[in-house]
């Protein structure tokens, strides 16, 4: 079983883009603690199985963000949920895990299950188009949904969500102030090893995802910036 409250960096690989073997191997022997696969654009069953396949090749977890259900595959390690708290549409919060939870519960291993508190903080993403999140929100505001998070829902994850844009180390340092237990994952932006620093002395966890189809070399080097 994995422990996830050891994560320090997780490489997030996205289905909809093109990576060739040599980076993937790159990617995997990094000593990253695991790769994420998850993204918000033409997620395919398909293209969700045949990046699994690539990535399975080496020893490093592999787990995979669900953002369809119908990309969902056995195989992972673990399945991380996303509950996008700052979403006024249902459907993110709860509705498709319903659903989803109605049609497949009876086959889910639920210690596998991570559900992570998501709170979406760059309005141009597209993840917060597609969950029309409310970025709009104050300091006090980000800090309540981490509360609820930990004290009212007891979630083991608590994501904040910059995904393009390198976000506020201020908010991530006043979050991290107010969790005791929840892990607190930031993912969003970090091109450069003095970012991924930046972040990582308030989040527990960093996600680093983008930069490794723009500047491989920079984002290997985030793993040891943060591990050392
Ligand atoms: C996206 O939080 C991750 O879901 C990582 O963000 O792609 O901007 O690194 P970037």
């Known amino acids: 079983m994995l422990n996830i409250r050891e994560w320090e960096h ?16 790159q990617i995997c022997e990094s000593g990253t603690d695991a790769i994420m696969i998850g993204g918000t654009d033409n997620v395919t069953l398909e293209k969700v199985l045949n990046l699994m396949a690539r990535v399975r090749r080496y020893t490093v977890p592999c787990v ?14 673990m399945y991380f949920i996303p509950t996008v708290l700052n979403s006024p549409k249902r459907d993110w919060i709860l509705g498709k895990h319903h659903l989803a939870i109605k049609e497949f519960g009876y086959m889910i291993d639920w210690k596998e299950m991570i559900v ?8 141009n993403s597209k993840v917060a188009q597609l969950t029309e999140a409310n970025c709009d929100l104050s300091e006090e505001d980000i800090e309540a949904y981490a509360l609820m998070v930990e ?14 844009k390198y976000g506020d180390p201020k908010i991530v340092k006043q979050v991290k102030d107010v969790l005791e237990n929840t892990r607190l994952f930031y993912g969003g932006g970090i091109e450069t090893v003095e970012q991924a620093k930046e972040m990582k002395q308030y989040a527990d966890c960093i996600i680093v995802g983008n930069v490794i189809y723009e500047n491989l070399e920079e984002a290997l080097r985030t793993v040891k910036a943060v591990k050392e």
């Open 10 to 25: 997780v490489f997030k690989l996205d289905p909809d883009k093109e990576i060739d073997d040599h980076a993937i191997e």
């Open 64 to 77: 995979l963000e669900v953002s369809q259900v119908d990309a969902i595959s056995p195989g992972f390690d």
């Open 151 to 164: 004290k009212m829902f007891h979630l083991p994850v608590f994501y904040i969500e910059y995904s393009g």
């Open 116 to 123: 992570e508190g998501y709170c979406i903080l760059n309005e």
